[in-house]
């Protein structure tokens, strides 16, 4: 059979469906739903075969939801002991119960898609390996911002080229409340703004403090260099006390403050740092506004690069998370193959890890009410022995390459 027969089978051909269950039918589960009906026929051509969400699990049975409630479920196991059903897709957020079901899953030779970054930043490793033990596939596409094809770019894309940095605005709730104290909000106006507008969860700490991007970039990184990154290797900082006044004085100095991850191979070193950073027009950060995010990178052979999208949303989500339907319909698992690979190494890691902002980099010092760009470049122990030792530093990037 050639590969053309294989994307595009003819009718007569008639292939089994593949058969989805979806734990969590929410923003994310609903909106997998929904695009997999809105878009049968694309998905059935490119999948090679019809895609047919047979399951969905969820808490309360009584909610309106996109699939008829007799294909709903309050008990996991009607989906995870169900033969017929060869890929499950992940969409309840958190560890647990993700990780028993997720495991459960693998186990039982079942493909499984996930858009739950906690869940990888705690397990990725260890479900990679029960997923290649057990000749199924795990995809993840979906885990850092949404839908955009960052994890396949990485992994696959520059699969030969070695890269030298990674980094973005991968945050979209820390994203929309700076570029509001951009316009003169207060925190709390903005916070209260991104929660109304859906951005910002009732608790939004995991992003405001970093951790969020913090896992992203460690995902990044990980396919980056084809090794596991974990979170202890990130310096990470939140938005803290920064306010519109800080962002007013950078904006004057013709810098804006955007929420930057960045992983860099620096001196041998890898270096990676999460929080407020100043970026300059030139940045792939600088015209990145409110939920919009970006992944930029450069490698050896190709240069720079940069792919920007929405960052959060149950549709820009579940494109994702159907790319990775389809992508595992057509199986072997292959692009599965390419994605796992960083997350099976054992051992020490080939290059030592730095927590912190790579570069000798220009900073943002503020002590009180004082605020200055240091004109010369030095340390941040440097930095803080001059400003002070309750100085607020915040790094300087003229544009995206950490300089030597
Ligand atoms: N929302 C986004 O924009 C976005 C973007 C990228 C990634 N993600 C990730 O996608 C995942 C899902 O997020 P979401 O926004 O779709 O969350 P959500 O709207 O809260 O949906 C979670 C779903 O899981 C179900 N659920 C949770 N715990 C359950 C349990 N113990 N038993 C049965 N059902 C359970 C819920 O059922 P009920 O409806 O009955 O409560 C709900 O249907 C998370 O990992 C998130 O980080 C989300």
Redesign the pocket.
């Known amino acids: 059979m050639t590969g053309a027969a294989v994307l595009f089978p003819s009718a007569s051909a008639a292939p089994r469906p593949l058969e989805v269950g979806l734990?969590?039918?929410?923003?994310?589960?609903g909106a997998v739903a929904r695009l997999a009906e809105r878009h049968r026929e694309l998905v059935r051509r490119r999948a090679g075969r019809p895609v047919e969400v047979v399951r969905g699990?969820?808490?309360?049975l009584s909610?309106p939801r996109p699939l008829p409630v007799e294909r709903l479920t309050?008990e996991?196991g009607d989906i995870l002991d169900d033969p017929a059903i060869e890929l499950v897709v992940e969409?309840?957020?958190?560890v647990q119960?993700a990780y028993g079901w997720v495991r459960r899953a693998l186990a039982r030779g079942k493909t499984v898609v996930t858009?739950?970054?906690?869940l990888l930043a705690a397990h990725g490793p260890e479900l990679a390996r029960l997923a290649r033990e057990r000749g199924a596939g795990l995809y993840y596409e979906?885990?850092v911002v949404?839908g955009l094809p960052v994890l396949r770019a990485l992994a696959e894309g520059l699969a030969a080229d070695p890269v030298e940095y990674v980094g973005g605005v991968v945050n979209a709730t820390t994203n929309v409340v700076l570029s509001r104290m951009e316009e003169g909000a207060t925190r709390a106006e903005a916070v209260a703004l991104a929660q109304r507008l859906g951005y910002a969860e009732a608790d939004p700490s995991s992003d405001l403090d970093g951790w969020d991007a913090a896992r992203k970039l460690a995902i990044l990184a990980t396919l980056a260099w084809s090794e596991p990154v974990r979170l202890p290797a990130v310096e990470v900082a939140g938005l803290g006390d920064l306010g519109p006044e800080d962002l007013a004085f950078a904006r004057e100095a013709g810098y804006r403050v955007r929420p930057l991850a960045l992983a860099a191979l620096w001196r041998g070193a890898l270096h990676l740092a999460v929080g407020p950073a100043l970026v300059g027009p030139r940045h792939a950060a600088w015209d990145v506004e409110g939920s919009m995010n970006v992944v930029y990178a450069r490698s050896a052979n190709l240069g720079r690069l940069r792919l920007a999208s929405r960052g959060?949303?149950?549709e820009?989500?579940a494109s994702g998370i159907l790319a990775d339907i389809v992508a595992a319909a057509r199986g072997p698992h292959l692009a599965a193959a390419a994605c796992l690979e960083p997350w099976l190494r054992r051992g020490e890691p080939a290059r030592p890890r730095r927590p912190g902002w790579p570069g000798r980099v220009l900073w943002f010092a503020r002590e009180g009410t004082r605020r200055e760009i240091t004109r010369e470049r030095m340390t941040e122990a440097e930095a803080r022995a001059r400003f002070g030792r309750r100085a607020r530093l915040l790094p300087v990037y003229d544009d995206d390459a950490p300089k030597p």
Request: proline fraction near 3%.
């Open positions: 734990l969590g039918v929410g923003t994310v589960g699990l969820v808490r309360d909610r309050t996991a969409a309840l957020g958190g119960p858009a739950n970054k906690d979906a885990c949404s959060a949303g149950g820009e989500t």
